[in-house]
């Protein structure tokens, strides 16, 4: 909301009328648009000699996104059910090895080549992170979800090796080993799940 404004005001025997103008805006970020307009409305009260009365305004049902992940037998005032520790563990390991991967992808320059060969590995295994993260999101099988991380598994572990070898820092080696096994873990505790 960015501006009200009093345009009319009705005063009589059966009540008191406040005309207003309400002034909007919201920015779109998909869009980059900043959407604007305004809408007008009353607010009808009663009086009592030189007092306007005006009945307690009622806010709107307070909405949450969490709402947009209920069934829809479910009713919005029933709280959503807490998952179980071992899902939290995965989806807590899922963002992790996001976040490894993305930093090491920023911070890896790209001028020599084994830094090269070492960044085709991580993309690859961010693609398929993404891969594992929309099987999730979607709801889909057991199976399919433990197979997306064991695909995950292949670039991990190809980094692995490639800078185990080779010439790489050994901070970057850490960074790449701890994505490998945070990886292999996480996938010994789908199977878990599965069996």
Request: aromatic share 6%.
């Amino acid at each position: 909301m960015t501006d009200i404004e009093v345009i009319d005001v009705d005063v009589s025997d059966a009540g008191v009328a406040v005309h207003y103008s309400v002034s909007w805006a919201a920015f779109h970020p998909c869009d980059d648009k900043t959407i604007q307009g305004d809408t007008v409305r009353v607010v009808r009260g009663r009086t009592e000699g030189a007092h306007w009365l005006f009945s307690e305004a009622v806010p709107p049902t307070v909405r949450s996104t969490l709402d947009e992940f209920r069934p829809y037998d479910m009713d919005a005032s029933t709280p959503p059910t807490k998952p179980a520790p071992e899902l939290e563990a995965i989806a807590k390991a899922i963002k992790d090895l996001d976040l490894l991967i993305r930093a090491l992808l920023t911070s890896l320059p790209a001028s020599k080549p084994w830094q090269r060969q070492l960044r085709l590995h991580l993309a690859d295994a961010d693609r398929l992170l993404q891969v594992w993260r929309m099987n999730v999101v979607m709801d889909r099988s057991g199976v399919d979800i433990l197979l997306a991380a064991q695909e995950l598994l292949m670039p991990l572990r190809a980094a692995n090796v490639y800078v185990g070898s080779g010439r790489a820092d050994a901070g970057t080696k850490q960074a790449v080993q701890l994505g490998f096994n945070l990886a292999q873990r996480t996938v010994a505790a789908l199977e878990s799940l599965d069996a």
